[in-house]
């Protein structure tokens, strides 16, 4: 049994949870709508570029949260990804989940997205083991902060291992896909690297070394 590895946005999502939660908080009157969305948009344009600095997005994103319990948040999560989630997930990702399935592997999500978010999208695609950013939970609400380590960039193979190490795994045959320039530290990790959908620069690389590049709609 080998580890299939998937980013989520862009990849098996067209689109960044991210941010459609961030429009979902505003039409929930969470947050100023439209100057809460422009900011969201130029630090999601920053990551696009590879120019972001993660933490700066979490501490913006987050604070909404505060004083919010998880299982308030949670509530309003799951139809959220019933009615702005699942109309967007790539079929072609359904497809290579159901393929990896079969031949028996070990279905991952790994993504630099918040686990409030992650997880309810992955188990709508059936997926039960996640790899997210986690929130900080004190005295039983969000406190706006993360915790551990940031699956984001190179902090995607420090949680990948730790995982690794806890589940007695190995990245033995391991494929990993993602459509992103900030996931190439895995990408070259893995035996089997997919490109989804690349930016130009990860599309520069993956021609390079003769990755498969796969057009998924």
């Not at 004083?67 to 967007?88: A, C, K, S």
């Not at 993504?111 to 039960?128: C, F, K, N, Q, W």
């Not at 900030?182 to 520069?204: S, T």
Request: with cysteine.
């Amino acid at each position: 049994m080998a580890l299939a590895i998937f980013d989520l946005d862009e990849t098996l999502i067209h689109g960044d949870c991210a941010s459609l939660w961030s429009a979902q908080m505003a039409r929930l009157g969470w947050v100023d709508g439209e100057s809460f969305l422009r900011r969201d948009k130029e630090l999601m344009d920053a990551y696009g570029k590879g120019h972001l600095a993660m933490e700066d997005y979490m501490a913006f994103s987050l604070e909404p949260l505060i004083g919010r319990t998880p299982d308030e948040v949670d509530h309003l999560v799951e139809p959220w990804v019933e009615d702005f989630i699942e109309p967007i997930i790539f079929s072609d990702a359904t497809t290579a989940i159901a393929a990896h399935r079969k031949a028996g592997d070990r279905i991952l999500v790994i993504s630099a997205s918040g686990t409030h978010l992650v997880r309810p999208i992955a188990e709508r695609l059936g997926i039960d083991e996640i790899l997210g950013i986690e929130l900080q939970v004190e005295n039983g609400v969000y406190t706006g902060k993360t915790q551990g380590v940031l699956t984001y960039r190179e902090g995607k193979i420090t949680r990948l291992l730790e995982w690794l190490d806890q589940e007695e795994e190995n990245l033995e045959g391991a494929s990993f896909y993602s459509d992103s320039r900030n996931d190439l530290p895995l990408l070259r990790k893995v035996d089997y690297p997919h490109v989804v959908n690349p930016d130009p620069v990860l599309r520069e690389e993956a021609e390079t070394k003769g990755w498969p590049i796969h057009t998924w709609r």
